[in-house]
């Protein structure tokens, strides 16, 4: 991760949109708060997201930090994220297969451009993987408790759209401590399991609430503080999205096809009930993308990634009723059966991790208005790591199967490559044209 960064780093590279983003946006907050330090004003700033990003590097700012020392924290923190997810998704797999697992994820153009230039994504999605492993690794003791809510009130207070962490948490708590080995088995048969023993379980899920209870305060406070999710500046954007679910699982389809091969296992093994579970999955899929709109609409917030094949599709013809992309319909429903595929090959408890992160992500990014892929594909290839992680005898899989990821990772690096050369350097815009929203749309 460290490596992907440092060319555009130590070379000053200020081209593209994340270094728009940086000079015009969040640079500027964190200079700003550095000169307001130690009493910041957090009421109205230039940054869509919560402040903790750019109070982490203000007081650096505030000691003299060039923008080049600023970059580098910011690398170094992106370097934590990899290595953390890394981690995870070495317990189950060993060091080479989990290594392959992440690597699409750290050649991700969205996330290499988040370490090269001062965006607060990967500082969020840092929080959201130590989410994940907490609930992955709960223990009914008082230090998970302080320290499940201590990230989440971190996380909420970097990037508020990832308050879908706390059902992660209070699910976890309601699973109860994980037991060794874990099983793949039946989803709906483990579900009724799960609710066995109901007192115990909401006792935990009861205390895994409070826990996560500041957070929720945090975010009030701010909301109360902008009137409205973010800064003033931002809110010219308000509204919903229906066509997210489809949209992430498509995206979830064109990457979890790659790492098929290392979950699909034996399909000879699959029984009635588990292709039902299958075709279930396809059929969510299906109508999700069926109901809404998933035709390429800026002003409805569906543009830019897989959007602008849906366009190109669509230029040629390809669209259903003037409302709906057979591509996207098609990958949807895919997804779905990808997504109910690797869930039956988890194990036990770590699936209803997994899937209460899917639902919590996909709600929280449903109320938001812009359906862009950079919010989405870090998290699907960060499921997909975890996921594959949790497979039980995982790290048994034969190392042919793994081509898949590899190969991922190779595409997705030249692509990163191929959009972040040639660009064209980033404008400085005058303060008051980002805070006019007839200028800044």
Known sequence: MAATALPWILTANLTGRGAFDQVNY???????????????????????????????????????????????????????????????????????????????????????????????DDTAWLGVVAIMALALWFKDKAWWYALAGLALAALVFTRQVHLWGACVLWVGAWLGQPQRPEQAGDLIRSGFERIRQPRPRARRA????????????????????????????????????????????????????FFLPVFAGNLRTLTGRDWAMIALGAAVGFACALIPETTYDKDAGRWTGLWNVVRSLEGRGLVIAGRT???????????????????????????????????????????????????????????????VSRIPNACRTPAIRWIGPAVLAAVLGLLTLFELQGQPPAPLLPEDSLRSPVEAS
């Open 26 to 120: 969040h640079e500027r907050v964190i200079r700003a708060f550095a000169d307001q330090l130690p009493f910041p004003n957090l009421t109205d700033y230039l940054s869509a997201t919560t402040p903790g990003y750019h109070l982490l590097l203000a007081p650096l700012a505030a000691a003299g930090a060039s923008t080049t020392v600023l970059r580098l924290a910011g690398a170094a923190i992106a370097a934590l994220f990899a290595l953390g997810l890394a981690r995870l998704a070495m317990r189950g797999l060993g060091s080479m297969r989990g290594a392959l697992a992440v690597a699409p994820l750290v050649l991700s153009m969205y996330v290499v451009t988040s370490a090269a230039w001062l965006l607060p």
């Open 206 to 257: 009861l205390l895994a609430i409070l826990a996560t209870i500041p957070a929720f305060i945090i975010l009030a406070l701010l909301a109360s503080e902008w009137g409205g999710l973010t800064p003033p500046v931002f809110q010219r954007h308000r509204g919903t999205n229906p066509a997210t679910p489809a949209f992430f699982l498509a995206l979830f389809a064109a990457y979890a096809s």
């Open 325 to 387: 992309s057979p591509l996207i319909l098609a990958m949807s429903a895919a997804g779905g059966a990808l997504l109910a595929l690797l869930l039956r090959r988890m194990g036990d408890r770590s699936r209803w991790i997994l899937l209460a992160s899917v639902v919590g992500f996909v709600a929280a990014q449903s109320a938001t208005h812009e359906l862009w892929q950079r919010y989405h594909e870090p998290f699907v290839l960060i499921l997909l790591a975890i996921g």
